[in-house]
């Protein structure tokens, strides 16, 4: 199963909510990704974890909150966005350590602030 | 940061013909490899080029890399329809974590 799975596929929230965006693979890839992409744009990297921690946080502001809660699941907790944090949502995996390593990205989550 | 950089342009052609995108970068890589992303999908990775290597093929896809000159080119050949998407190209550094530095993509329409 090369497959990574993210849940919601669209999510509409408030600036004052707070949802989560999940993400799940089977693939035994100990490292796992966020990224963060606007329209016509590359993909932009937030966190990453390698081993269930994290170990790259690219400066993300604190009302995004990732979490990896086993090997096979990530989640990012969203609070108190603001209209700018309307982006499509991607995570990815890969195995750890090996800089050739391809990355193994979902199908994103797309999410809109209002 | 966005070290690899693609030449930005949308590139329209007929079904059948070639496509050909570029890619610069600024620092020594480890490799460069190339993604496909679909409208508002996810990525997906197509080819994976070493430092050490200057081609490689892979179905109807051909990578080169030139290290003295720091880019590399995708060509698509024989490109269909299902082939319209964005490419991106990204690298991993040299030195340092195995972080992917993406460029800014290529728009590839086929027309039918």
């Known amino acids: 199963d090369t497959e990574v799975t993210q849940t919601p596929k669209h999510l509409v929230m408030g600036m004052t909510n707070k949802k989560s965006l999940k993400c799940e693979q089977h693939?035994?890839?100990?490292?796992m990704y966020w990224y963060k992409q606007k329209a016509k744009k590359p993909p932009e990297l937030m966190f990453v974890y390698s081993y269930e921690k994290l170990s790259i946080n690219e400066s993300v502001p604190s009302r995004f909150s990732p979490e990896c809660p086993n090997s096979s699941l990530l989640n990012l907790h969203l609070h108190a966005l603001q209209p700018e944090d309307s982006a499509l949502y991607l995570c990815a995996s890969s195995q750890v350590g090996k800089r050739e390593a391809e990355q193994y990205f979902g199908p994103g989550t797309r999410l809109t602030v209002t | 940061s966005q070290q690899g950089e693609e030449d930005p342009q949308a590139l329209s052609i007929q079904e059948g013909e070639n496509a050909t995108m570029n890619c610069s970068y600024k620092?020594?890589?480890?490799?460069l490899q190339w993604y496909r992303q679909n409208s508002g999908r996810g990525l997906v990775h197509l080819i994976l080029?070493?430092?050490?290597?200057r081609e490689k093929h892979s179905g109807r896809l051909r990578v080169t890399l030139d290290t003295s000159k720091k880019s590399s080119s995708l060509l698509i050949t024989a490109s269909r329809a299902a082939d319209t998407a964005s490419y991106f190209c990204a690298t991993v550094p040299y030195y340092g974590n195995n972080r992917l530095a993406f460029g800014k993509g290529n728009q590839v329409v086929v027309i039918p």
């Open positions: 080029i070493r430092s050490n290597e």
């Open positions: 693939m035994g890839h100990r490292a």
């Open positions: 620092t020594s890589i480890n490799n």
